[in-house]
Antibody, heavy 121, light 105 residues
């Protein structure tokens, strides 16, 4: 059974940094593209970015709202996905979900339970 | 960027009703559209991919249709367990989600 367990969320001041982790199990992590998706309180879903697998160059892509501030990485030896968030803003407050991709398309077939990041002074 | 517009934002219906949610794309996305169900306090769950393909284990009362820029999610004979917010997502060019439709029973 696929399991994705996020951790690392918490309260952080504007301008600060935080690193989220997602521990994966139940599948061959190194063969799967991974993404982060966030959801502000009471709001909709927003894609935060994606990392491909090693044989695809482990390339990443980020949408404009987080580009240059957020970095996604993966450690296949630890079956863990990371989201490094810098220069945090109040509008980054959200539940952050780790997701798997179905194949090599941007379709999210498994989701973690999420971790809450609150950016506030 | 491709924009996704979902309607209505909230929908009230009774058990047994047929419910339809619409999702419109700002440009053609062929069939590259998914629907997700999010129950209160839970993570989203993939229901339908490629516009109309039901995921394993999803009840047959759910169906999807559409192509290009206009898509619908239909729930036939609404059940109490269907209380949730439903999101569409295009995956033709990167990722965009619709704003969501909250289904109240």
């Amino acid at each position: 059974e696929v399991q994705l367990v996020e951790s690392g969320g918490g309260l952080i001041k504007p301008g600060g940094s935080l690193r989220l982790s997602c521990a994966a199990s139940g599948f061959t992590f190194s063969n799967v593209w991974m993404s982060w998706v966030r959801q502000a309180p009471g709001k909709g879903l927003e894609w935060v970015g994606r990392v491909k697998i090693k044989t695809d160059g482990e390339t990443t892509h980020y949408p404009a709202p987080v580009k240059g501030r957020f970095t996604i990485s993966r450690d296949d030896s630890k079956n863990t996905l990371y989201l490094q968030m810098n220069s945090l803003r109040t509008e980054d407050t959200a539940v952050y979900y780790c997701t798997t991709h179905f194949g090599i398309i941007n379709l999210f077939d498994n989701w973690g339970q999420g971790t809450l990041v609150t950016v506030s002074s | 960027d491709i924009q996704m517009t979902q309607s209505p934002s909230t929908l009230s219906a009774s058990v047994g009703d047929r419910v339809t949610i619409t999702c419109r794309a700002s440009q053609s996305i062929s069939s590259w559209l998914a629907w997700y169900q999010q129950k209160p306090g839970k993570a989203p769950k993939l229901l339908i991919s490629k516009g109309s393909s039901l995921e394993n284990g999803v009840p047959s009362r759910f169906s999807g249709s559409g192509y290009g820029t206009e898509f619908t999610l239909t729930i036939n004979s609404l059940q109490p367990d269907d209380l949730a917010t439903y999101f569409c997502q295009q995956y033709d060019t990167y990722v965009t989600f619709g704003q969501g439709t909250k289904v109240q029973i």
